[in-house]
């Protein structure tokens, strides 16, 4: 049976002037690291066409990892016109959200002077903030666009019909929506969220695609997790095909993701280098209708009607 043709050209986000290679980097995990052991990570994604790098204001604790890439970026200051910058407001660990107008502008300040740039690419809503009308989220969105201090707006953890309350108040499409998805975590792909990401020409970003790192068990440490006997079943898979395809089986889980009509692109949590560099194996893998819903139906834990 026929591949299913993964597009290697660059994904526009949205139906913004914004391109990015089809993987991206998240730095989540970064904190912690050195600025010269996090400048080796940005630059192995660098290095293999990774160039959108995702952020957000809580990642590290307190603008930890924000603080860090800023210092390295600092060090390396080509390398911000080779990259879009992603970060995220709006989590505040204990309240636990907040997209009042105030603290979205202050946190695209704060994120700002961390990462040491003039402009954040693409700034997104972490989480749905149940007490904020989606008006005074627009508003203060757009405020940050005309100040030049973003140039795309996304959302993150949004249902659809969020996403959509968003979307009407706001004068320009919303680029981009970022639920997790994975092969371990499937509802992004039946519950509506991609459905309107092609409905509306936006853009999916993938969080935790090895599913926070259960995806790289082996098969009897993820028959010790929870749901341990479909977990296994699904590595099995994936290995199986990983065999095939002379890949590792994070490339056959990146390819899963890459393979969707949506045109997701997976953010990688990675913090090996080679891991990072050899993600783009993804590019290279073949699966054929039969491995992707194989896949599916073994995460699932039951065939498709
Ligand atoms: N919007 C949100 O609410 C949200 C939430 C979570 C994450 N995110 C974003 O998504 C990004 C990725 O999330 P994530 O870090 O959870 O991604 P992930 O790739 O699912 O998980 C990364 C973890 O899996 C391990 N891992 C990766 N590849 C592996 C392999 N081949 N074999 C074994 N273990 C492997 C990594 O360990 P090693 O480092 O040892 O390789 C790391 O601990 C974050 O950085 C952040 O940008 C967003």
Not at 116 to 130: E, M, N, S
């Amino acid at each position: 049976m026929e591949a299913i043709a993964i597009d290697r050209s660059p994904r526009r986000l949205g139906q913004s002037s914004l391109h990015a290679f089809p993987i991206a980097y998240g730095c989540w995990r970064l904190a912690g690291s050195d600025v010269a052991a996090a400048g080796r990570k940005i630059e192995a994604a660098l290095e293999v066409g990774i160039d959108l790098f995702d952020h957000a204001d809580i990642y590290g604790g307190a603008g930890a990892a924000e603080e860090l890439f800023g210092k390295a970026l600092a060090a390396t200051p080509e390398w911000r016109q080779r990259m879009l910058i992603a970060t995220k407001c709006g989590i505040i660990p204990g309240v636990p959200y907040d997209s009042s107008r105030a603290h979205i502008l202050g946190s695209a300040e704060n994120s700002l002077r961390r990462l040491q740039t003039d402009v954040i690419d693409l700034f997104q809503i972490h989480r749905p903030d149940l007490l904020a009308h989606p008006a005074e989220v627009a508003g203060a969105l757009v405020t940050l666009r005309e100040q030049g201090k973003i140039r795309e707006v996304g959302v993150s953890n949004f249902t659809p019909a969020k996403f959509a309350a968003l979307q009407a108040h706001l004068p320009f499409p919303i680029a981009t929506n970022q639920p997790e998805l994975s092969p371990w975590f499937l509802d992004p792909f039946v519950d509506g969220t991609l459905d309107q990401c092609m409905q509306l020409e936006v853009t999916p970003l993938a969080w935790s695609p090895m599913a926070g790192g259960r995806l790289g068990l082996s098969q009897d440490d993820a028959r010790a997790e929870a749901d341990g006997e479909r977990l296994a079943a699904t590595i099995a898979i994936l290995d199986e095909l990983a065999l095939r395809e002379g890949v590792d089986r994070a490339a056959v889980v990146l390819a899963f993701l890459l393979a969707h009509p949506a045109g997701v692109i997976p953010i990688v949590g990675t913090q090996r280098e080679p891991r990072i560099r050899g993600s783009v194996r993804a590019l290279d893998v073949q699966l054929s209708r039969i491995d992707w819903y194989a896949i599916f139906q073994a995460a699932l834990g039951a065939p498709l009607p």
